[in-house]
């Protein structure tokens, strides 16, 4: 190698090492790729600088949360159901979602459960018991509640209680009264309405008084009317009384003439029209307008239904004069402050006179709710718990329930006295004028708190 060549080596690797004096090793062709790796290095630098940008993105985030606004209240969600439309009894179950809705009302007016407001999601079961089944799954499963109350038919609520019991949810049913309801043994069933077992005692008693011997059912074809009629045939049986006579039409009939026509041939002392919803008030015109009752002959014994006075006059006239039926509730001769209290609220409110359903779903609301508050907590079985210890007074009277998990029904008692309010008020109540409003009517039994004669005759 000439001298020029090699000093111009020299001059270069002068160079080089000068540029790269802390990066190790003599100059090298690697040390090129070195120097690359320098400028990555500046790159990162860069998206250091990045970085300190989005820490004060952060920075500015954290503000946002320290001035947004609280979020809101949590609610407590509740399920009601019960008849709203045909071919159910749909002004027992109009006035049990409008009484539900009050006490709803009223607790979140005093501040709520729990510190939180409450909501009545109510679903219109028609009085059908496939409707029932679906109405309680989808309040549960898709609205989210944590407790059910309501329902009037008792055949929709042995399926209602399927649902509850599968799920746990805790159910204070307000009016059904098959014995069945609480003769499940359910942990999670609650009954504030009596069974029928109870309910027809008092109309068995009363027709033994007044001394009618025979007697004709036409009773809807349905779980409740069955029970109903076995029911009152037993214990007929047991007081004397044989010549009992059972029928069974669909209640959504709309003419029950050719059933009336028959009975008519061999006229009774006692026809019992056990049908609820529209089909009572038709069956009450129909015997009426072809002369079988009721008349000095044959008393008529209307469903229940007959205590809704407005709809009842407006779909009898006349004929309703002289029909008594049972009444699940407290007359004006027995009513305590809370009852008064609550039937002038609910005029007030709804412009018309509450009937018995209204007032056991009143009460039933605000005993389920009543236990959330007492278990501290949503929590199913702590619910339960709650309920089986509660004790209240309501406009029903003082309500508690004797037989519990910690008080198992003894042997000799009815199974239907499981979660069973034991001391339910029935009275037999009969309209003796025409157009006479419920708050009129004198009461005819128990006879000790009667207001009127025990039977009043055309």
């Not at 860069?46 to 004060?56: F, N, R, S």
């Not at 109870?198 to 033994?208: F, G, P, Q, R």
């Not at 028959?262 to 069956?283: E, F």
């Not at 039994?445 to 009667?450: D, G, K």
């Amino acid at each position: 190698m000439n001298r020029r060549s090699t000093l111009s080596l020299c001059l270069v690797a002068l160079v080089l090492g000068a540029l790269v004096a802390s990066c190790g090793p003599a100059p090298t062709p690697e040390v090129i790729r070195e120097t690359v790796v320098v400028e990555k290095e500046v790159e990162v630098t860069k998206e250091v600088e990045v970085q300190v940008e989005v820490e004060k993105t952060v920075e500015v985030e954290k503000e946002v949360v320290v001035t947004a606004t609280p979020p809101p209240m949590e609610t407590i969600l509740i399920g009601g159901f019960g008849p709203l439309s045909a071919p159910g009894s749909y002004q027992s179950g109009t006035q049990m979602r409008q009484a539900s809705e009050m006490a709803v009302d009223e607790i979140n007016e005093a501040g709520g459960i729990l510190g939180m407001e409450v909501e009545l999601v109510f679903g219109d079961t028609e009085g059908l018991p496939e409707r029932g089944t679906a109405v309680t799954e989808r309040l549960i499963t898709q609205n989210k509640v944590v407790g059910l109350t309501g329902e009037f038919h008792s055949a929709v609520a042995l399926t209602e209680m399927e649902v509850a019991h599968k799920y746990g949810i805790p159910t204070v049913f307000a009016e059904p009264w098959a014995d069945g309801v609480t003769a499940s043994g359910y942990p999670e069933i609650f009954r504030l309405a009596p069974s029928i077992e109870y309910y027809s005692s008092i109309a068995t008693n009363y027709m033994v008084a007044v001394g009618w011997e025979t007697i004709v059912f036409v009773v809807e074809d349905t779980d409740y009317g069955h029970l109903q009629a076995e029911g009152w045939v037993t214990q007929l049986e047991a007081a004397g009384i044989t010549d009992v006579e059972v029928i069974y039409a669909d209640p959504a009939t709309e003419d029950f003439t050719p059933i009336l026509q028959r009975i008519q041939q061999a006229p009774p002392d006692l026809l019992a029209g056990v049908i609820t919803g529209i089909g009572n008030s038709r069956m009450v015109r129909q015997a009426c307008e072809i002369g079988l009752a009721p008349t000095a002959e044959t008393a008529y014994y209307a469903s229940s239904d007959a205590q809704y006075d407005e709809d009842f006059w407006e779909n009898v006239g006349d004929c309703g004069q002289y029909v008594f039926f049972t009444f699940v509730g407290l007359p004006e001769t027995v009513w305590n402050e809370k009852t008064a209290a609550f039937v002038a609220a609910f005029e007030e409110r709804y412009d018309h006179t509450p009937g018995a359903p209204s007032m056991e779903a009143y009460d039933a609301t605000y005993m389920l709710l009543n236990a959330i508050e007492d278990a501290g907590t949503t929590e199913p079985a702590a619910v339960i718990e709650a309920l089986e210890n509660i004790e209240m007074t309501g406009v029903l009277g003082d309500l508690w329930f004797e037989y519990t998990s910690a008080n198992p029904v003894p042997e000799g008692e009815p199974d239907w006295m499981w979660h069973q309010w034991p001391t339910p008020s029935v009275y037999i109540i009969q309209y003796t004028e025409a157009g006479q409003m419920l708050g009129d009517a004198p009461v005819v039994f128990p006879e000790e708190v009667a207001t009127g004669p025990l039977y009043t005759s055309p």
